[in-house]
């Protein structure tokens, strides 16, 4: 099984300018997994992306990489 919070990281870190920022915090319950992204305040733009491009994509690439887990993965950025 993946490490989801490691996965995330490595792909907010790798297209952000301040990759030392890249945090990411993982809250389990039941049912779901809430993973919380922080980046540097000059990088939300970068994550975000044009019409949430780029977040959409990150939490596609989350939830395939989560195929394995029978839980709910959720992806929230701040």
Known sequence: ???LKT???DIAAAIV???DDVT???EETETTITLTLSVHPDDMGMVIGRQG???KAIRTVIKA???GI???VNVDIR
């Open 1 to 3: 099984m993946t490490d």
């Open 7 to 9: 996965t995330l990281r």
């Open 17 to 19: 300018d301040h990759p």
């Open 24 to 26: 990411v915090i993982s």
């Open 53 to 55: 491009r780029i977040a």
């Open 65 to 67: 990489a989560s195929t």
């Open 70 to 72: 029978d839980k709910k």
